[in-house]
């Protein structure tokens, strides 16, 4: 694994923006950096990143079977309790999923070692699926990178036809795609999604999360009235179910992508179940909930999470018990996790973590991300990378 400088192409940003790739740069600061690239052998994408990646989602749907049939283990999920019943419906009734990504701290030697699951509202999908690839190309038509490049991608064709297995299930509806307004990231995604959506032949509208309404009968609706049969919302499961609408989603007939379920797997508490379950894993970091920090007595340095947290917003680095390091953010009312401390890689003066994308079951990609410091946040630039 390797940190290679390359040339930028000389057009990429009018072409980004042509392509719809608008927020390539955010807040006057670089998102998308090709002034350099990753660069993998075919063996640490096959058995450090695609392998485990498969073997740890299977691990993960085995902590939602076991939460599923546990009240305890439901109120450190912090599930609401009136909601239960309908997160463990769609777990049972196996409501289908489309994808997900692992973030792995690694640095082409050791085992990858699981940061977390973002199983529900995953971004820098648009970038993975389609611009480094076209990346890739482009720099090797040129002869900038090698003939005999490749990428480990594959993100694309999995989600388009992944979309088209799932509408077998509601044949005939319309889906629905959603995200908050003003957030041009999200709104790429979802954008970036109906289109893979399109190309499996399924029909498509948009409607922002603020503009959902409901109709006489109770179903939600767009605004021209045209009930939600089914929809993908990039809006977490545990906003969701926070808000006002909450108590009506279980009588509501709209199938949800992703589905309830998936606010287990976007929980921080999987961690700690899954050290519980799967003790001295070689792709599992040590963790623990608040009230066994005890049996973390062998650990110096410790990761202190929300079980909420999204970005990297509301960790705080810990040596000794005394806080070293913290992100600002709005989660932590919900309680935390514990998660023994392996800091990212650095590759210069970059740390560098590792996204590894799943469309259903199958590893599909992965992404990488860079910072100066050592938390992964929503800035952190996003560099693309070749398998040499």
């Known amino acids: 694994m390797l ?5 930028e192409r000389p057009d990429w940003k009018n072409r980004a923006d042509e392509y719809g790739f608008v927020f390539h740069t955010m807040y006057g600061d670089k998102y998308w950096d090709e002034s350099a690239y990753y ?32 009240d305890e283990l439901m109120r450190r999920f912090c599930i609401p309790e009136t909601h239960w019943d309908y997160v463990r419906d769609s777990w049972i009734l196996r409501h289908p999923s489309l994808y997900s990504r692992l973030d792995f701290a690694y640095d082409g030697v050791g085992p990858a070692k699981l940061y977390e699951n973002n199983a529900d509202t ?14 890739l190309e482009d720099n090797v038509n040129r002869g900038a990178l090698p003939r005999y490049s490749d990428q480990f991608n594959s993100l694309q064709d999995k989600l388009i036809s992944r979309f088209a297995e799932m509408a077998s299930q509601m044949p005939g509806s319309i889906l629905h795609f ?39 009968a109770g179903r939600f609706t767009d605004l021209d009235d045209v009930v939600i049969d089914w ?7 545990e906003f969701m179910l926070a808000e006002e609408f909450a108590d009506i989603l279980p009588q509501s ?15 921080k508490a999987l961690l700690p179940m899954l050290w519980r379950l799967f003790p001295n894993h070689p792709n599992l970091l040590p963790s623990f909930f608040e009230d066994e920090l005890k049996l973390a007595g062998d650990y110096p340095d410790l990761v202190k999470k929300p079980v909420f947290s999204r970005e990297g ?31 990212l890689p650095r590759f210069g003066d970059n740390y560098t973590l590792i996204g590894s994308w799943l469309v259903n079951d199958k590893a599909a990609g992965i992404s990488v991300r860079e910072d100066s410091g050592p938390i992964t946040q929503d800035m952190s630039r996003y560099l693309p990378h070749i398998i040499a």
């Open 253 to 267: 007939s709209t199938r949800f992508i992703e589905p309830p379920w998936k606010a287990l797997l976007s929980n």
């Open 3 to 7: 940190r290679l400088p390359i040339q």
């Open 231 to 237: 929809i993908f919302k990039l809006y977490p499961w």
């Open 313 to 343: 917003a509301n960790i705080t680095l810990i040596h000794q018990q005394s806080e070293v390091m913290k992100s600002d953010g709005p989660y932590g009312e919900e309680g935390f996790i514990y998660q023994a401390a392996r800091l």
């Open 122 to 135: 995953p971004t820098s999908l648009y970038e993975t699926g389609f611009w480094q690839w076209l990346w």
């Open 178 to 216: 959603a995200c908050s307004k003003d957030t041009a990231e999200d709104r790429g995604t979802v954008q970036y999604l109906e289109d893979c959506a399109n190309s499996a032949g399924l029909e498509t509208r948009f409607v922002y999360v603020e503009d959902i309404g409901r109709d006489a």
């Open 39 to 70: 660069q993998f052998s075919l063996q640490q994408i096959e058995r450090d990143l695609e392998d485990p990646s498969e073997e740890i989602h299977q691990m993960c749907l085995e902590v939602v079977d076991r939460v599923c049939a546990d």
